[in-house]
């Protein structure tokens, strides 16, 4: 054993010995200048930021504005998830599946070490014990990140549970914990000075699903860096799933109070920068209805001894989209992100020491300091803020924050929505004939693809149930997990599946429908659909509203809006039936029986 191991040995302040022995063979391995165990305090977080701050990491935004909270912008090239080099390197590559890259472990492994190789020299290595989901749920989820990023330890404080607390529990259950390598893959030599953003050209993000860990390499940025939120609580906890019979999805979580008081969960699957955070947060523009938030991106649910689904969200802070994002459209994470605890990615500055980006106000402000710290004019042609620009804020700040969202055995759902971003084709909202063809509108949502992820924008593309980059084994396998799941459960306590599209446009190229606040016009329907009482129109491809069955009171809508929102159009869908057909044969053998037939039976209706 190298001297680092043992130093890191004698220093360990925990008696798990599978940690101990982890923490002091990655230290012999990437051969930190020290190592750090990260308590979560307050303390603690307020020493790191000063530390980002003097690094130039970070800049502290004005108090008056955002009280205790930062600015951070990232190297050009590091500002999105990175699909293209994230893998799932499972011990057979058809576990896999074709819709992810994969690469033999062993040899993954050999690249790795060489990568991880003395790569946090001249760095602090900071352990960050830490939990998806509650402390004190039945069968806890814990993680320990290993990473050289003061900024990502920061944000993992705003995102999970994490420190001492966490460290105690797993010591007192002896718990399996995942472990999640992470390095910027930046190391410094003697007396070589930092960038405010270190990062590689070279970018790894993977995940061994047999061993349940993870190692990211390269990226400072989000879903690369943050591992307990995609790499764990989705392509992890995804295989977790599989093997004890429950779901871990990309949805959120919403709760809904109706005129008589009776109340309502729902989770909605949408891709990334698809309007999750934005559902989550509605803000009615019907009387009567109240909405209250429990999860605005990941949800865990599992079918309960009743046959109910539930739902929980594994996280504990919001990793919003920031363009977009203002009073108008989204006041209540306005308000809670104006609470201050944030820090902010890639944003633009104002003169005054705060934050802004496109959307934030009606009025754009005259002087701003782009995200990649460059004067800027309302008359320059690029946007001030980066188009994924984010902020990272703690879900309690939230005001509609539902109490529920700290029961650890979740809420049970009574609907599910599916969407995407799509143009034409796809109505505004259409209920599933059924369970098994709610399924199989998840596994067919598509969506133009958008700024979460590196690579072309407004592609079209299939991303079943919003999973596509988040699944950590085969698509088929997944597809079969849901149905299997499903299959001894009484029907009529399944939730109703819906499929929603906000963002169909009019022959103009307008969006037919005015979205934000309005989705509660669509939810009131779907609620309406579930007690019987909102009219539909059958067509073959589901349930969609009659213009009268829907509430526009108080709406300004002209009729060919309302029309282009609602038209099922046989031309566009014998395209969809056909492009669906394409999506399915990429399976190989691998799709479940259930959705070849409803995709037969979907044919047979189009006629
Ligand atoms: P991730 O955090 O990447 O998973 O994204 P998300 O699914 O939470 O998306 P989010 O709610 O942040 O919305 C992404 C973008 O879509 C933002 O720019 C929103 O302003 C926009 N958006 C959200 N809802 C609507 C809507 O109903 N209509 C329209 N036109 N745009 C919307
Ligand atoms: C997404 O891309 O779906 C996000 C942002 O929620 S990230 O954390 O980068 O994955
Ligand atoms: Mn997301």
Known sequence: MGQTAQ??????PTTNQRLRDWVAEVAELT???????????????????????AAGTLKRLNPELFPNSFAGFSDPKDVARVEEQTFICSAKESDAGFTNNWMDPAEMKTKLDGLFAGAMRGRTMYVIPFVMGHLDAKDPKFGVEITDSAYVVASMRIMAQIGTEVLRKIEELDAFFVPALHSVGAPL???QQDVPW??????????????????????????????????????????????????AEHMLILKLTSPEQKTYYLAAAFPSACGKTNLALLDPTIKGWKVETLGDDITWMRFDQEGQLRAVNPEAGLFGVAPGTGWDTNPNAMRAISKGNSIFTNCALTDDGGVWWEGMTHDTPEHLTDWQGNSWTPDMDHPAAHPNARFCTPIDQIDMLAPEYHEPDGVPLSAIFFGGRRKTTIPLVTQSRDWSHGIFMGSTLSSETTAAAAG????????????????????????KHWVKLSSGVDAAKLPKIFLVNWFRRTPDGGFAWPGFGDNSRVVKWAIERIEGKADAVET??????????LDLEGLEISDLELESALKVDALEWAEEADSIDEWYRRFGGSLPEELLGELEGLKSRLG
């Open 7 to 12: 130093q890191v040995l004698s220093d360990a």
């Open 456 to 479: 072309a924008l407004g592609r079209l593309r299939r991303d079943p149930m919003a999973m596509l980059p988040f699944m950590g084994y085969d698509a088929g396998d997944y597809l």
């Open 540 to 549: 073959p491809i589901g349930f969609v509203p009659t213009a009268e069955s």
């Open 31 to 53: 051969q930190p200048d020290r190592v750090y165990w990260v308590d979560g305090s307050e303390r603690e977080y307020a020493e790191l930021t000063d530390e980002l701050v």
């Open 189 to 191: 030599e003697p007396g």
């Open 198 to 247: 270190p990062c590689s050209d070279e970018k790894w993000i993977v995940h061994f699903p047999e061993e349940r860990s993870i190692y990211s390499y390269g990226s400072g940025y989000g879903g690369n860096a943050l591992l307990g939120k995609k790499c764990y609580a989705l392509r992890i906890a995804s295989v977790m799933a599989r093997d004890e019979g429950w779901l």
